[in-house]
């Protein structure tokens, strides 16, 4: 299977617990994205990196969120002191740059719960 | 900043019948359209896109969307589902030029009643 991979696909946690998520992107897709789902909800955007380097982070990466794309292959996400509010689904999804606004491809997604 | 509305919510249809998703959005700029679908306990996969030349687009499970500028609408269609298209369908934008972050609508679960 050569799509995006996640993992773990679900994740239990205490309140308080720091949890990381690992993504593995299409192979030659150079482009990663991080998304969350709350229930009811669309996905919203969290950040983007292209290759290594993170080029954008939304406003709803609070500083108890970090991410990193080392060597530009794979991406972990880490939430320090989870709260009940960081529930979700998180979703990772990659591209390449191959003319306009090529397709995007989402991950299975990690289904966090805080407890 | 752009957004993109989602009316309804949930969308109950006989099968074999006709279905129309409803999706709007809002932006000071340009933008392209998709719409993605996710089956139960599955991930999300683009069903259509609209980037540019023909407002009317088709997917190759019959589904087809009509990008309308004045009315800033996506509209999703198709002229008789199935059992098999039950699922949660996601309209969203994206900027013409930028890192093609995407911004989706809440979603409208198609619920196909036999």
């Known amino acids: ?113 805080v407890v | 900043a752009q957004s993109v509305t989602q009316l309804d919510s949930q969308v109950p249809v006989f099968e074999e019948a006709p279905v129309e998703l409803r999706c709007n959005y809002s932006s000071s700029v340009s933008v392209y359209l998709f719409w993605y679908v996710q089956y139960p306990n599955q991930g999300l996969q683009l069903l259509l896109k609209y980037l540019s030349g023909s407002t009317l687009v088709e997917s190759i499970n019959g589904f087809e969307a009509e990008f309308n500028k004045s009315q800033t609408s996506f509209h999703l269609r198709k002229p008789s589902v199935h059992i098999s298209d039950t699922a949660e369908y996601f309209c969203a934008v994206s900027l013409l030029y930028g890192n093609e972050k995407l911004t989706f609508g809440t979603g409208t679960r198609l619920t196909i009643i036999p």
Not at chain 1, 20 to 38: A, G, K, V
Not at chain 1, 82 to 104: H, V
Request: charged letters at 25%.
């Open chain 1, 1 to 113: 299977d050569t799509g995006v991979s996640q993992n773990p696909r679900h994740k239990i946690t205490k309140r308080g617990q720091n949890v990381t998520f690992r993504c593995d992107p299409i192979s030659e897709h150079n482009r990663l994205y991080w998304y969350r789902q709350t229930l009811g909800q669309g996905p919203e955007f969290l950040t983007y990196f292209q290759n290594e380097a993170q080029l954008e982070k939304s406003r709803l990466l609070s500083d108890r969120f970090s991410a990193e794309r080392p060597k530009g292959s794979f991406s972990t996400l880490e939430i320090q002191r989870t709260e009940q509010g960081d529930s979700a689904m998180y979703l990772c999804a990659s591209s390449s740059r191959d003319g306009p606004n090529t397709e995007a491809f989402f991950g299975q997604g990690t289904r966090l719960t």
